[in-house]
């Protein structure tokens, strides 16, 4: 039998985004199996036997795949992205381990791709930076008490996340509840990314402050991106640049916490610095000297006098200046008028 | 001014994962900047200057090429991956925001590309194939309370994961930290996979019960990932299938609790289903008819039977005999000996 199967990823849209790997394996494939857009997208042989179904068929399609590989075929189901991210590499898989035990044994690759949520993020900066999630909110194959708890969760893990799938016509009012429940759960202005047809000639990124974020800006065309507290946007002429620090950067750091931290990160001799802000409102020096120390403070505190070159940017002006109200929450992101001295 | 800036992703190390858009990209480039492996990696030519420099250095290295393209050079500024995932394009940012103010209004763009993760997923499966999360496990730029915080979360969100930088000789002992809260929080034998040098000639994928994980297992040349409590093992001659199931299964529906379900999400007529299971600590049918009801009990019976896929499969022998166990926890995965039936 020299059959084999290759699930593969065609990227998100633009063919130059489909890797060589794929593209030198369907030029050997003799069946080509998918969603009817994607087995649209491969490009045109003439020993290649087109099998394009409807989404929503996974399973079957996966099995029809199994059949022909077995029969002999080389055969490779595509998917858009990456095949292992919300696609047809876990479908195949489940149609294998429920299935005859002879499809165990074939000749059975993954091929990544470039997913959807990285060509996203390309478009608009980086915001996946820093550490992330990658959530699929439909809700036809898990309920939505476990999509709400895991965007609360993924809020408290302070993740940068990336929504796929986040609406259909089937689903028309699945992605408010999921942005009611963002907007709760982070309650401030963090910018969340829709990114339509991303990478495809009419493609549309548009950034806005998640408090300003509406149902209908998302379909099913549309992977959502979504900050963590500590994403910036760099405003310049053109569109916006968003992109999440590499660093956990500290907020505030005041004499009487700093007497806690070890002398070696210290910052020079005096080991303390202050920060104020222009609105009278976030004055953070002064509340935080009569707040209680949480205790994750000194870590912060740590995190940022190792990280350097953060310490020295922030004598900078236009840095700081923002990312101080970046901090503060409710209001802030790019607006602010703050500003931080190290003594 | 001419010059420009783009940051592009080589992929996880083997050629045939470079993005022909990326390589046009550097083509048509000046000069090359990045970490020395990266830049070795990219196709000579004779009009293209090198810029290796070592890894740490990040900011120094972005700065630079951000001169250069003012000075009218094209250039590049290559990461292994993709540069938006714990590589260079959040550290350009970072030199964009707090650099000279004429950087903002350079043509700068982002070429996207296949992550690590990724490859390592489509090296053993899909275990990907459900939300997921990646962390990066360096405490270099930010403290290890809110790293441990971060897997506790993702545990508790049921989140599969991918691992970044798990460990390096000037951090010893880090990954073993991480793999202790691991195995603390998620107290069962999932499967973790070791994916080192993925895509290159001496790739080596080592899957192992979480349970015998071992810190040396990992190097700074690893991805690691992690499945979700519901990540299934395919066992057959070869290496072992990973994959998560597309679908959030119920593990037990009893009569009581289906009393609650709208009819239109019944089972057939009978709107019940009974799960017994072989060892006789893990009785969940009887364990069940004592215990009170669980507010997300409801709708993880809606989700099963949604998934109507899953629901016909449970009358397989080789997946659900698998699948209840896993869902049990405790020293299930892929050893389990219960069975399922849908009445």
């Not at 310490?311 to 008028?337: C, D, F, K, Q, Y």
Request: charged share 20%.
């Amino acid at each position: 039998m020299s059959g084999w199967l290759v699930i593969a990823g065609l990227g998100p849209g633009d063919d130059a985004l489909i890797t060589p790997e794929v593209s030198a394996v369907l030029a050997e494939a003799t069946d080509v199996v998918g969603y009817i857009p994607y087995v649209d997208q491969v490009a045109h042989h003439p020993n290649l036997t087109r099998h394009s179904s409807d989404n929503r068929v996974e399973l079957d399609r996966a099995r029809h795949a199994l059949f022909m590989a077995t029969a002999g075929h080389r055969v490779v189901v595509v998917s858009s992205g990456d095949p292992g991210v919300f696609a047809m590499a876990a479908a195949v898989f489940e149609a294998i381990e429920t299935g005859d035990s002879s499809w165990r044994d074939l000749n059975i690759r993954v091929l990544p791709g470039v997913t959807a949520m990285l060509a996203a993020s390309a478009a608009c900066g980086a915001p996946l930076g820093h550490d992330f999630c990658a959530i699929n909110l439909s809700d036809n194959l898990k309920p939505w008490r476990v999509i709400e708890k895991r965007l609360r969760l993924a809020v408290g893990a302070d993740f940068a996340m990336a929504f796929y799938n986040p609406s259909s016509k089937s689903r028309p009012d699945g992605f408010g509840r999921a942005l009611q429940t963002l907007k709760d759960a982070c309650n401030d202005a963090r910018p969340m990314i829709f990114a339509r047809n991303v990478s495809r000639p009419d493609q549309m990124i548009n950034v806005v402050p998640l408090t300003d974020a509406t149902p209908e800006m998302a379909d099913m065309r549309t992977v959502v991106l979504l900050g963590s507290s500590q994403t910036r946007l760099i405003q310049r002429s053109g569109a916006p640049l968003v992109y999440t620090p590499r660093s956990v950067s500290a907020w505030a750091i005041h004499p009487r916490i700093s007497s806690g931290v070890p002398a070696s990160v210290r910052v020079g001799t005096q080991g303390r610095a202050i920060m104020t802000t222009g609105r009278p409102n976030t004055r953070a020096a002064s509340i935080l000297a009569r707040a209680p120390v949480p205790p994750e403070f000194l870590d912060t505190i740590k995190s940022m006098l190792w990280s350097r070159n953060s310490a020295r940017s922030a004598s900078g002006v236009n840095g700081p200046r923002e990312m101080i109200t970046s901090w503060l929450g409710n209001g802030g992101g790019v607006r602010g008028g703050s500003t931080r001295r190290i003594t």
